[in-house]
């Protein structure tokens, strides 16, 4: 079974999300030797944002048991390929947890851009709702082109 690991901060929005609609994408293209994972590099102690693990529900995945983990060099070592969300996040896992893999970013991967997935500011409810909304939406739409794109990336 290859995993994939999916990393941003806080493991609250970013890599739960791509992690759950990564799973829930391979699942129903009936993929069986591949699962995703995620991890944040300052994962927070509660649980999934809220408005993310509902927006997901309302996509038919139930993430509301989701708890953040913190990044361990565990993790990138049973990874068959580490996906950050941000450039910051790449930094943080090559510096802090002196990794040496390529650890590539998530819209790099799914198109070739070196581009960041923004995180939510936390600021505004409102702002934060449709940015979440877009965000899934993306992941959603960018599946496709990483389960595709996925052996260019794998460590072997």
Known sequence: MKKVLFICAGNLFRSPSAEYLFNDYIGRQKIPDLVAHSAGTVAYSRKAHTLTTQILLENGIDAREHKPKKLTREHLKEAALAIAMDWEVQDETRRYLCW?????????????????????????????EEHIRKTIKHFQNSMPHILKNLPNYLIP
């Open 100 to 128: 040496e893999n390529p650890v590539p970013l998530f819209n790099e991967v799914a198109y070739g851009k070196l581009d960041d997935v923004e995180d939510i500011s936390g600021m505004f409810a409102s702002e934060d």
